[in-house]
């Protein structure tokens, strides 16, 4: 059974740093494209950040710069280092995991992120 477990979030000041972590169980990503998507209240849900299985990364205009997405295939991993945070940014964050040629697609429970002075 698949798992991803985000972890990481919490209440940051804004222009604070938060790194987000996902955890896999029973997944080694090897193959897998991974994403970073959040949602607001009333908002629908956004692609943040997304990592290729080949290594292609691709952020969202809002976060360029400030945010950097990564995977460590040893820990079995994927993070989201998020830096100069605004409360815009405050959302729940999830992780995804996704193979295009085996079809599957996993998602984490998510995480609150709330950036507020």
């Known amino acids: 059974q698949v798992q991803l477990v985000e972890s990481g979030g919490g209440l940051v000041q804004p222009g604070g740093s938060l790194t987000l972590s996902c955890a896999a169980a029973?997944?080694?990503?090897?193959?897998?494209?991974s994403r970073w998507y959040r949602q607001a209240p009333g908002k629908e849900r956004e692609l943040v950040a997304g990592?290729?299985?080949?290594?292609?990364?691709n952020y969202a205009d809002s976060v360029k710069g400030r945010f950097t997405i990564s995977r460590d295939y040893a820990k079995k991993t994927v993070s989201l280092q998020m830096n100069s945070l605004e409360p815009e940014d405050t959302a729940v964050y999830y992780c995804?995991?996704?193979?295009?040629?085996?079809?599957?697609?996993?998602w984490g429970q998510g995480t609150q992120v709330t950036v507020s002075s």
């Open positions: 995804n995991a996704f193979h295009l040629f085996l079809r599957r697609d996993y």
């Open positions: 990592l290729s299985s080949t290594g292609d990364t």
């Open positions: 029973g997944l080694t990503f090897t193959g897998y494209g």
